[in-house]
């Protein structure tokens, strides 16, 4: 069955996540993608950066990390020196075959190979090419290097997570990246349908830290409506009490009482009536003042009760509730299985003879993403590709 973009060729110049996380996606929703590798670096920096690493397997193994593969399947890898005049014009001419552009330098990191978008557009007008960098094309910081965790730190989003007398956290996975290849994406997807429309390609700018500023979602736009500052509340709700982690006997788990009714049947599981009818807790208002008391006592109570004593009992009672799973317990659970959300993708070269991967979440009815092409090695479709165009110079148009 043909993917949604089926056809689609995508010319890759990015590296690290945010960019080879937007053309994983393009690629699983059938699009070919060429992926451009430095012969003079080795690849991809994420290739080194492990788990595994050469103390754990061969040295010709270890540029398929986990790190590398979890975005860079259903891609052709194609080792290309862009600092040479060969290797440019190789990039011209994948470029003149090629629906999308996608790179990740710095603003301007490209012009002096003639690669930036006001050249390949003007040789190639119908091309849609995207620019990720950790501040955008413009502003007054366009030339600073652009990195998850400065993103997350200059966006706000560290200064609004983690424990409230702690310091800021960043969040555990590099989000800021992940959201900007998920904007990247969209906005690849908007701009090829105009494409597609008038022939008219054009430049998609995508910073990090714009990104992550679009996500404070509800928190940012509490400050802009009050003008006052954004308080850290660890895993508590600002404006919802109670809504965060509880301590069990065997673990943690999550309670979100959205409503007073939800409070009422939260309050019966723990044999505490009372601590729904006193003035103090009865509504949401009430709780947010009174927060530390009713805690206090919430705490002590969850304790003493197992995970799944918690969450049987609250789930029969229609409270929401939920574990913080281990990602041992994420890929073990029945609900993983069902969503088919790890996938493995045989590669005979590999121990056990496949990798182990993130399955895609998107589930379309007519057009279901598809996994044609494990993680590939560095340079490993070079010559394939090279060959492809080669012949594609030759061939008589239609």
């Not at 557009?121 to 990720?132: D, E, Q, T």
């Not at 959201?179 to 022939?199: E, S």
């Not at 969450?311 to 890929?331: D, M, S, Y």
Request: aromatic share 6%; charged share 20%.
């Amino acid at each position: 069955m043909a993917g949604a973009l089926d056809g689609v060729k995508v010319l890759d110049l990015s590296r690290i996540l945010a960019g080879p996380t937007c053309t994983q996606l393009l690629g699983d929703l059938g699009a070919e993608v060429w992926k451009i590798e430095n012969p003079r670096s080795g690849g991809d920096d994420t290739r080194k950066w492990g788990p595994p690493f050469k103390d754990d397997l061969e040295a010709a193994r270890t540029d398929l990390s986990a790190y590398f593969m979890c975005a860079n399947r259903n891609k052709l890898s194609v080792s290309v020196d862009i600092a040479t005049p060969e290797g440019q014009a190789v990039i011209h001419q994948m470029a003149a075959q090629a629906d999308v552009v996608i790179e990740n330098f710095k603003p301007d990191g490209l012009t002096k190979y003639g690669l930036d978008h006001a050249s390949l557009l003007k040789a190639h007008p119908g091309v849609v090419y995207c620019s990720i960098s950790g501040y955008g094309q413009t502003g007054p910081n366009r030339a600073k290097p652009g990195y998850d965790l400065m993103a997350q730190g200059f966006g706000g989003i560290m200064s609004l997570t983690g424990e409230p007398r702690g310091r800021p956290m960043k969040v555990g996975v590099g989000i800021a990246d992940v959201m900007c290849g998920m904007y990247a994406t969209v906005g690849i997807l908007a701009a090829l349908r105009h494409r597609d429309a008038t022939g008219e390609g054009q430049h998609v700018d995508l910073s990090l830290v714009d990104s992550q500023i679009a996500w404070l979602i509800n928190e940012g736009v509490a400050h802009l409506t009050t003008g006052q500052p954004r308080k850290r509340q660890g895993n508590e709700h600002a404006t919802i009490v109670p809504y965060q982690t509880f301590e069990a006997s065997d673990g943690h788990v999550l309670v979100a009482v959205g409503n007073d009714s939800q409070y009422q049947r939260f309050c019966d599981f723990l044999g505490r009536p009372d601590l729904a009818e006193t003035p103090d807790f009865a509504t949401n208002p009430a709780r947010i003042v009174n927060r530390t008391k009713l805690l206090k006592i919430l705490e002590g109570l969850m304790v003493e009760r197992s995970m799944s004593e918690i969450i049987a009992g609250l789930e029969a009672r229609k409270v929401p509730v939920g574990p913080v799973n281990t990602l041992e317990q994420v890929f073990a659970s029945e609900q993983v299985a069902a969503r088919e959300m790890k996938i493995e993708m045989a590669r005979g070269d590999v121990e056990g003879g496949a990798v182990t991967l993130i399955g895609n979440p998107l589930k379309l009815s007519k057009t279901p993403v598809t996994y044609r092409r494990p993680p590939p090695h560095f340079g490993e479709d070079t010559d394939a590709v090279l060959a492809w165009l080669q012949s594609q110079a030759g061939a008589t148009p239609d």
